[in-house]
């Protein structure tokens, strides 16, 4: 048992050497996983403040005017330049600006019966009109702000907004549970599978069952290296949300190993049902990108599953990757203990049992 | 432990795929320190023959004792005791000679040198390189050493010289040579004849499924003179190969 112990612990060192000496595979399960966290990390890492490109053409000099403008310089949302009628024409018709805002001639002037009537005249580019309605809107509020100073009406009605404390979620929050839960799919059905199948067909494996070592070793140890780097990746894939993009993660590291742990035992299954059952690359290929590609859009692991008709939500509710992303994402962005995925876990481990039994029927050590 | 002089005892064992009989009862015993070649075309179940013996493949019928273990019961004991080369040899990628001996010794719970190995099979300056990027003489030397690092009984080699150039071949006999003057049994299946007349003590020639002669090359040479058979042609007194060892030399290419 104990000289058992010591073949197999040489056995998954050997693994993990082979595994770091294999450059697509690193490729796949390490730098594309992180790749992705850095790439998604940084196309939303900005706060939103001037993510809307206004121009201002200023035409009237009066008071009111000018605050008006300024009003619209100080509201954090806009980046405001600005430019004469024309230029700003021109800048929107080539989508530099979002919006183009025209302060008229008669803007705030006195006349005969007081303060004359004007009329703030924008323009937005109709292939963005969620920005140019966004936009509308808050100038809108602006405007009625003025109506209402203007005319001293008393304020009838009035919006006040208390702030409450959260979490400040942001996308990297969503997104990073997910590539983990990715990245230990990938992980537990390719990068086994295809290792696995490289020995069978190559004869390496024929080689080793010369040996006393039991083969069931082998598999072992194939199991522990995806169980390590996977772990391994985890920390990482964490460290680079939290240090490098502002993640949250309000649960315990420890859950999130533990869940991810029991998502890696569920893949490997997968992988060890198809390295077994293959006899070649060209059978295993197609059986795994079934099973993991509708996985990659359906799980919900890039964006949620909310938009989704009814029934497909019923339906990819039971997929493992589902189970794996949602336990994962609960448990960094919930802050929830592993009693709270109870439902995750067991539907994780009960894909384990599945594909569990049938790589035990199909498996062909030749 | 008392050595047993008999080192593999086969007794009559068969074996079926599906409605082929592939071995219809093999029987032979290899005596301690001994070279036993197996020859026979190709199918004629040498391969299969030597996998049941490794413990490799399920035996239908019939017996067979390792150093007095026997491998249907306990393949496990006979693997620690033998040394085994397949036919097609492949090992792990990405790890390089030296880390692959290491891996095989510690599979059989021996902390072994690994240069050491690699000085016995000429093979010392290859220590960083991997598996793939040896030559085919290279690679089965290589083969050869990894059958080494539990100090067998007895090592089997099945084909070992099979597409080697002749200068590859007689340095793998001068292995085999080696392997055997430190007392380890060796039991080695070819194609070649002159190769099972210069290294086997006993040859067991096999044709479909059976041994249809087994004793020392001279005594089946003997036997067959005394048969009546006449040469096509008076006996040479050098082969074609030796024409070519004495034009290219005996110095390995790889």
């Not at chain 1, 390490?30 to 990390?41: C, D, N, Q, W, Y």
């Not at chain 1, 549970?177 to 069978?200: D, H």
């Not at chain 1, 169980?227 to 949300?241: A, P």
């Amino acid at each position: 048992m104990k000289r058992n112990l010591q073949a197999l612990k040489s056995l998954t060192a050997a693994s993990i050497k082979m595994y770091f000496r294999n450059v697509s595979a690193v490729f796949f399960t390490m730098v594309i996983p992180i790749l992705l966290v850095v790439i998604f990390g940084v196309l939303n890492s900005g706060d939103g403040s001037g993510s809307i490109h206004i121009a201002v053409t200023n035409k009237s000099n009066t008071e009111v005017a000018k605050s008006f403008d300024t009003t619209l310089k100080s509201i954090k949302t806009f980046k405001v330049d600005t430019l004469s009628e024309s230029e700003a024409r021109d800048k929107l018709g080539k989508g530099k600006i979002d919006l183009q805002v025209i302060i008229p001639a008669d803007f705030g002037a006195t006349g005969a019966a007081g303060l004359q009537p004007g009329t703030v005249q924008a323009y937005y580019n109709q292939g963005k009109p969620q920005t140019g309605q966004t936009a509308g809107l808050i100038i809108n509020q602006v405007v009625s702000q003025f109506n209402a100073k203007v005319t001293n009406a008393p304020q009838i009605y009035a919006f006040k907004s208390t702030a409450v404390k959260t979490n400040n979620l942001g996308y990297i929050d969503y997104l990073l549970p997910g590539i983990i839960a990715l990245t230990i799919m990938q992980l537990g059905i390719f990068s086994v599978a295809f290792a696995f199948i490289s020995f069978k067909t190559s004869g390496a494996l024929r080689r080793l069952q010369a040996t006393p070592l039991h083969p069931i070793n082998f598999l072992i140890a194939q199991g522990a290296t995806r169980v390590l780097i996977g772990m391994g990746q985890v920390i990482i894939l964490l460290g680079i949300g939290i240090y490098g993009f502002n993640m949250h993660l309000i649960g315990s590291l420890f859950n999130m190993l533990i869940m991810a742990f029991i998502g890696t035992l569920t893949f490997l299954a997968f992988g060890f049902a198809i390295a077994g059952w293959a006899k070649d690359e060209n059978q295993a290929a197609p059986v795994a990108n079934l099973i993991t590609f509708p996985m990659l859009f359906l799980s919900g692991a890039f964006f949620p599953r909310d938009a989704f008709p009814t029934y497909l939500q019923k339906i990819t509710d039971y997929m493992p990757l589902t189970f794996l992303s949602d336990g994962l994402r609960r448990i960094a962005n919930e802050g929830v203990g592993l009693w709270a995925v109870s439902g995750d876990i067991l539907g994780l481990l009960i894909w384990a049992l599945i594909s569990g039994v049938i790589a035990i029927r199909v498996f062909k050590w030749e | 432990m008392a050595k047993v002089k008999t080192v593999l005892k086969v007794k009559n064992i068969k074996k079926a795929y599906g409605d082929f009989q592939a071995v219809k009862g093999v029987s032979f015993e290899v005596a301690r320190g001994e070279v036993f070649g197996i020859l026979g075309p190709n199918g004629a179940g040498k391969t299969t023959t030597l996998e049941m013996i490794e413990g490799m493949r399920s035996i239908d019928s019939g017996s067979v004792m390792v150093d007095g273990i026997n491998v249907a019961e306990e393949p496990y004991k006979v693997k620690e005791r033998i040394g085994v080369q397949l036919q097609s040899s492949s090992f792990f990628t990405n790890l390089n000679l030296v880390e692959l001996l290491k891996l095989f010794g510690d599979l059989y719970h021996e902390s072994i040198h690994p240069m050491h190995l690699l000085r016995e099979v000429n093979l010392e300056e290859k220590a960083k390189s991997k598996a793939k990027d040896l030559s085919g003489g290279q690679r089965q030397r290589f083969s050869i050493a990894t059958t080494l690092v539990n100090q067998p009984v007895v090592v089997f080699l099945d084909e070992p010289t099979t597409g080697l150039d002749p200068q590859a071949r007689r340095n793998l006999w001068d292995l085999v040579k080696q392997i055997q003057s430190n007392g380890t049994t060796v039991v080695i299946t070819t194609h070649y004849m002159e190769e099972a007349e210069v290294l086997c003590d006993r040859i067991a020639i096999m044709d479909d499924g059976k041994i249809v002669a087994l004793d020392t090359p001279a005594k089946l040479i003997d036997q067959l003179l005394k048969r009546g058979f006449k040469p096509r042609k008076s006996i040479a007194k050098a082969t074609l190969e030796d024409v070519f060892i004495d034009l290219t030399g005996k110095e390995l290419r790889d």
